[in-house]
């Protein structure tokens, strides 16, 4: 065991995988019984549990990476009874990976909050609260009807996130977002109670040993329910044509909620990931690999969207919804490959994009106040002008020169935008994949593995043909897209803005931001180490018999007194 793991935390496992989910919930039923005038009572305690869940997430990712073999995966048994009858709590390198990335934007949205937008409505920091209980529940659970349940708390808390702050494009935004949920929560119901009928069980480890044995007859049916069930988590992974709704609705929520929905997306790619790979992985029979096509067609035409719908915008936070949605199509396109080495790139990419899609959404606001000087909408006509310079390109008279004949006004840059510039600048590194930062690193592993399948060893999976060059096409293509529409807004706004006053930058909406920042510098800095972490995670979902193999071993705990081993009383048991 690692020096970093500590006995005590040791000694609480596997209790400690309940932490994510109950710590919440219980933070969240404290501040309920708060009155609304107690907001920076609500908000200390807010903060707290925050970090708190962060540090446990630490520990139970430190825990999956230090034990070995089948060990490395915690298996809890909320209600003591085995698999499949009992619900069912697992953590395993993918759930305690996600645990932290969620944990982290978490804190740094709360902490970016805390300058005003916590007191723009009511409720919000139990909201805040009950969707981190949502995401916690939806990585941890091991059976389809607890995690729709977890999708059920997550939905319910975003809504009111949504609409915090009040205002027409919130209310019209957030009732689309509604609208369109309840269709995919529809569709989940469906396609679960159909692959029910079908198996006779929900939970996943179940499931994977009850596909390949399914009767051809009623093959045509199993798949169609999968179907129905990929079109519900496609929808929250914002596939096109299903995510019309995404950029409204995010670039309308307040800047913290956009960074902690950020998370949102990927959401439905963890969900893809780990059904997928557990029901039809390549021990699936007849149905190894099924829909594969179909996830990289649908990923492919995203990051096309995405990429387009980045060039047109000029808006930062409709720039961070495409760019969430391109991110999304480049991961659901990588994962219907089905293979090792681009899979454990994917997860690289995975957490890398989605702390550059929250940057850029915190950015936006603190970008859109300083165009606006506090109003709450401007247009976006005033930097289609080159300063200094008139329509001819040359310098227009009266302009201050000195001896160099250079011009005086604008040189002097502000600490303040200064900073922001620098996040921008790196915000459009990880998007578009440049170097040196980790988005070049993620893309770079999955053009890598995309070319040379087969890497250092096996890689089953399908060998790179038209969808394969389709897609090493599009991430280069969309990157540069992605470089040359972010650019274009960088200029707009930190190059061409001679005449106006330095930006209004408070230190708690500062330091979210550099944390953010940090983490991405982190990933670049020990990507190798990050890369040997995501390589065994892909190994592990690519051998779903580990999985299976845990869940369906876990055996409930005997009663106080009852030897585990033979299960005869010992002691004073009578």
């Not at 390109?393 to 040189?411: K, M």
């Not at 994949?433 to 053009?447: D, E, H, T």
């Not at 180490?529 to 876990?554: D, E, F, I, K």
Request: aromatic share 10%; net charge neutral.
């Amino acid at each position: 065991m690692s020096i970093g793991l500590s006995e005590f935390t040791a000694h609480l496992m596997p209790h400690l995988i309940l932490a994510p989910i109950m710590l919440p919930m219980f933070t969240a039923a404290i501040m309920l019984l708060l009155g609304e005038e107690r907001q920076r009572a609500k908000l200390v305690i807010n903060l707290v549990s925050t970090c708190i869940g962060l540090v446990v997430a630490i520990e139970l990712l430190v825990w999956s990476k230090t034990t070995g073999g089948t060990a490395s995966m915690g298996v809890y048994l909320p209600g003591n009874w085995p698999a499949p009858f009992g619900i069912v709590l697992v953590l395993d390198r993918l759930s305690a990976m996600m645990l932290v990335l969620t944990s982290f934007i978490a804190l740094c949205s709360i902490l970016f909050a805390a300058s005003r937008w916590h007191r723009a409505g009511v409720h919000y920091h139990p909201l805040f609260q009950l969707q981190l209980m949502g995401l916690a529940g939806a990585f941890l659970t091991a059976d389809l009807f607890n995690l729709f349940v977890f999708f059920e708390i997550m939905l319910a808390a975003s809504y009111g996130l949504l609409l915090h702050g009040s205002g027409r494009m919130r209310v019209q935004s957030g009732l689309h977002y509604i609208a369109v949920n309840l269709a995919a929560s529809s569709l989940f119901l469906i396609g679960a109670s159909m692959l029910y009928g079908i198996t006779g069980t929900l939970n996943m480890a179940d499931l994977a040993q009850s596909i390949p044995n399914v009767a051809a007859a009623d093959r045509g049916l199993l798949h169609a329910a999968a179907a129905i069930l990929a079109t519900a988590f496609l929808i929250k992974a914002a596939v096109w044509p299903l995510n019309f709704w995404l950029v409204p609705a995010y670039s309308a929520a307040t800047a913290p909620v956009g960074a902690l929905f950020a998370i949102m997306t990927k959401v439905g790619i963890y969900t893809i990931v780990r059904l997928w790979t557990l029901m039809f992985s390549s021990e699936a029979g007849d149905s190894a690999h099924f829909g594969s096509m179909w996830l990289i067609g649908g990923g492919v035409v995203t990051m096309a969207f995405g990429a387009i719908g980045m060039l047109g915008s000029q808006r930062f936070a409709n720039l961070a919804g495409y760019a969430a949605i391109l991110s999304s199509g480049t991961l659901l396109a990588a994962i219907g490959f089905g293979q090792n080495e681009l899979t454990a790139g994917l997860l690289y990419y995975l957490p890398s994009s989605t702390l550059a899609v929250s940057i850029l959404f915190l950015l936006s606001d603190l970008v859109e106040r300083w165009r606006n000087d506090g109003s709450s909408f401007s247009g976006y006509d005033d930097g289609e002008r080159a300063p200094f310079l008139t329509p001819e390109l040359v310098p227009q008279a009266g302009t201050n020169f000195d001896e160099d004949e250079e011009v005086l006004e604008g040189r002097v840059i502000p600490a303040a935008a200064a900073f922001l510039g620098i996040a921008y600048l790196m915000c459009t590194l990880v998007i578009a994949g440049l170097p040196p930062l980790s988005g070049f690193i993620g893309k770079f592993a999955m053009l890598t593995a995309l070319l040379n399948p087969l890497g250092m060893g096996s890689s089953a999976g399908i060998q790179l043909g038209t969808p394969g060059w389709t897609l090493v096409t599009l991430m280069i293509g969309t990157g540069l897209i992605a470089l040359l529409a972010l650019t274009r807004s960088g200029i707009r706004v930190f190059w061409a803005s001679h005449a106006r006053t330095a930006p209004q930058l408070r230190l708690v909406e500062a330091v979210p931001i550099a944390l953010l920042l940090c983490a991405s510098i982190v990933f670049t800095l020990y990507a190798n180490s990050v890369m040997r972490y995501t390589q065994a995670t892909a190994n592990m979902l690519h051998a779903p018999g580990t999985y299976v193999n845990a869940v369906m071993s876990a055996r409930p705990k005997p009663p106080p007194g009852v030897d585990e081993a033979n299960g005869s009383a010992t002691g004073g048991a009578q």
